[in-house]
């Protein structure tokens, strides 16, 4: 069984720097492709980044790209989110999410495991 718990989030403005971390618990946490997925209310949950077991591809939401950065320390099992030049369409949920099969997929329905979230609210 693997466990999430992402931490980070909090009320930022707009332009500002903020990295999210999700712990992860597991014996085989090392060989999952991690992402992170956000959801804005009244919107369905969507991509935002992933990272193979390695850490050495990565992949991006077009809204998101050139601004996050996604990376994994396999030795301490955690994922960061590091977001720069947040905007106020950034707010939501954002979720850490862990897929067993090792898949580079944005799909949501992909992944196994899911933390319980971290909010993200960026003023204007």
């Known amino acids: 069984q693997v466990h999430l718990v992402e931490s980070g989030g909090g009320l930022v403005q707009a332009g500002d720097s903020l990295r999210l971390s999700c712990a992860a618990s597991?014996?085989?946490?090392?060989?999952?492709?991690m992402g992170w997925f956000r959801q804005a209310p009244g919107k369905e949950r969507e991509f935002v980044a992933l990272?193979?077991?390695?850490?050495?591809?990565?992949y991006y939401a077009d809204s998101v790209k050139g601004r996050f950065t996604i990376s994994r320390d396999n030795a301490k099992n955690m994922v960061y989110l590091q977001m720069n030049s947040v905007k106020p369409e950034d707010t939501a949920v954002y979720y850490c999410?862990?897929?067993?099969?090792?898949?580079?997929?944005?799909?949501?329905?992909?992944?196994?495991?899911w933390g319980q979230g971290t909010q993200v609210t960026v003023s204007s």
């Open positions: 999410a862990a897929d067993k099969l090792g898949l580079l997929s944005a799909l949501s329905r992909q992944y196994d495991y």
């Open positions: 597991g014996p085989t946490v090392s060989r999952y492709t």
């Open positions: 990272i193979s077991a390695s850490g050495g591809r990565t």
